[in-house]
């Protein structure tokens, strides 16, 4: 049988899902022995909640999101958790986790998503190493589509630049060190 990115287990055995279906229980202190203990349920976890959290933001936000967002996001979770090099984050304990690079790419593709008349497309995240505030610095490359017609170019890529700081500081606790946007596509919407 082929595996499928709906299968995709973590290094520990456990699948993305199992980890996903568990964060709320983890979160109100009901960890079983081995989410308790184990450091890649603990990034997967990490990664999820950010991840929720920003899903939280678009829902709050006036604007309809785009057909089948929940479904993308989860795609790209599964996708992308398992790939690319690992980033320390600070956390609110004074600790780090491990996230991947690909997990932060996640987050950055959604923030860029919710501006109006953008999809987001490839994210490259490059870890700069430790600044002299002793906090990972990263080099971001997003690419971008455009809807055509009512969505002017030169008025969207600067929010877009603006939601990204954003969220590479508040939601993820790094520092800025690059960041490129390439419109690489105009898209129209279908009927």
Same mark, same amino acid.
């Given at each position: 049988?082929?595996k499928?990115?709906?299968d995709y287990?973590?290094?520990c055995?456990r ?22 203990s ?6 997967a ?20 999101p785009?057909?089948?967002m ?33 997990a932060?790419? %996640? #987050?950055l593709r ?7 008349? *953008?999809? $987001? !497309?490839?994210?490259?995240v490059? @870890? ?11 080099s ?6 455009v ?8 008025? %969207? #890529? ?9 969220? *590479?500081? $508040? !939601?993820?606790?790094?520092?800025? @060190? ?14």
């Amino acid at each position: 049988m082929e595996k499928t990115d709906s299968d995709y287990m973590l290094p520990c055995g456990r699948s993305v899902e199992q980890v996903w279906e568990r964060l709320d229980a983890v979160e109100a202190g009901r960890a079983d022995d081995h989410e308790a203990s184990c450091s890649h349920c603990a990034a997967a976890r990490e990664s999820l909640l950010v991840l929720r959290s920003a899903t939280r933001e678009l829902v709050d936000e006036p604007d309809p999101p785009p057909p089948a967002m929940a479904g993308r996001i989860m795609s790209a979770v599964r996708a992308e958790v398992r790939r690319g090099r690992m980033v320390n984050l600070p956390t609110p304990n004074s600790g780090t986790i491990e996230v991947s690079e690909q997990a932060i790419a %996640v #987050v950055l593709r959604y923030a860029a998503d919710t501006v109006p008349g *953008v999809r $987001a !497309r490839e994210c490259r995240v490059d @870890d700069q190493g430790i600044g002299a505030d002793g906090r990972h610095t990263v080099s971001i490359s997003l690419s971008i589509a455009v809807r055509h017609g009512d969505t002017a170019v030169e008025q %969207v #890529v600067p929010l877009v630049r603006e939601r990204l700081r954003a969220a *590479v500081a $508040a !939601r993820i606790g790094l520092v800025l @060190d690059r960041l490129d946007v390439a419109v690489v596509d105009i898209y129209q919407e279908e009927s």
